[in-house]
């Protein structure tokens, strides 16, 4: 492996030396040749590593699909579009769905919610040490404006999407992770202990003893075009320095820094239960929660960065250990 690696990073040379071969010989030697090219090629390709799998295009594909369907404030018929599409580009990628519905009292009166959670098969006796890798879903509920939420639940869903998609080709990898999209992470009026974080909330309160986290990832707003994670003041401090070194070594680290406070989100609810969970959010975002979050405001390059991070952290520090 060490020779085919050279190989693989081996310059073009500017000087050839040319073999003379008897004519009898020749075309035994030419096959030969294309055939061990051939195999270096392959063993090359094979050294792709998993982060560069990761595509920002194919993510934002995604994050269309589900702004095509319009405001998805959890209840709608919206949502629900939105729901048989996460599930089914889930199951492409070879993950088992389980909706978990509930309904909870809201400002609004009682309302129904799902949150869809997916694992890999065969995940056996990794099943009692997994890794979260969460998002929500919904949008924000108002009555003035159309609120299609391109960046505030859409570009978290798309990259959770395709997150999916690569770490389900790594059978190894996708045993350890469990998938979470929660619905009703909005609040409908004020943040409190009765309004907001839904779906993560329940979703805590339903874990049973036997099923053990060792840590989670929370995206939230992860599109925006001029793109800078603020991870939350509050965050675990192992976790936040080993998603820096992630970033260090794809050279992205001037992508992330530190947030100046504290951030309500539904990596709350799975720190109190002691699951040490990140939220990876870019907070400084001019058209949160108006008419101008569109499409149009994120880019594939900035779900690319977060991606091929995300990816970097989970096989090289998170599941390393």
């Not at 004020?190 to 329940?202: A, E, I, P, T, V």
């Not at 309160?205 to 001029?226: E, I, T, W, Y």
């Not at 003041?233 to 976790?239: G, H, K, Q, R, V």
Request: charged letters at 25%; proline letters at 4%; aromatic letters at 12%.
């Amino acid at each position: 492996m060490e020779i085919v690696g050279r190989l693989c990073q081996a310059p073009i040379q500017k000087h050839w030396r040319i073999a003379v071969f008897p004519r009898n010989v020749l075309p035994i030697a030419a096959m030969f040749f294309l055939v061990s090219f051939v195999q270096v090629g392959s063993l090359c390709a094979a050294e792709t590593k998993i982060w560069q799998e990761f595509s920002g295009e194919k993510a934002i594909a995604h994050v269309q699909r589900v702004v095509d369907f319009g405001p998805r404030p959890a209840g709608s018929k919206a949502i629900e579009k939105s729901r048989d599409y996460i599930e089914d580009q889930l199951r492409r990628s070879g993950w088992h769905v389980t909706r978990q519905a509930f309904s909870d009292d809201t400002p609004q009166g009682k309302i129904h919610f799902v949150n869809l959670i997916a694992q890999f098969p065969g995940q056996g006796n990794a099943s009692s040490s997994l890794f979260l890798l969460c998002s929500h879903y919904d949008t924000k509920t108002f009555d003035t404006i159309r609120f299609v939420g391109a960046n505030d639940g859409g570009s978290s869903t798309g990259l959770l999407l395709e997150l999916a998609r690569v770490i389900g080709q790594h059978p190894d990898l996708a045993s350890k992770i469990e998938l979470v999209f929660f619905d009703g992470e909005e609040a409908y009026e004020q943040f409190s202990q009765k309004d907001g974080l839904y779906g993560s909330r329940y979703f805590t309160r339903q874990l049973k003893a036997a099923r053990q986290f060792r840590g989670g990832l929370l995206f939230d707003m992860v599109g925006d075009r001029s793109l800078g994670i603020t991870l939350p003041s509050d965050s675990p401090a192992e976790m936040a320095r080993d998603i820096f070194a992630a970033a260090e070594a794809l050279k992205l680290r001037k992508y992330f820094s530190y947030f100046d406070r504290e951030l309500i989100d539904d990596h709350v609810p799975l720190n109190e239960i002691g699951i040490p969970t990140i939220d990876i959010i870019d907070f400084d975002y001019p058209p949160w929660h108006t008419a101008g979050d569109t499409l149009d405001k994120i880019s594939a390059d900035s779900l690319q960065i977060v991606g091929s991070v995300a990816i970097y952290y989970l096989s090289e520090f998170a599941l390393k250990r």
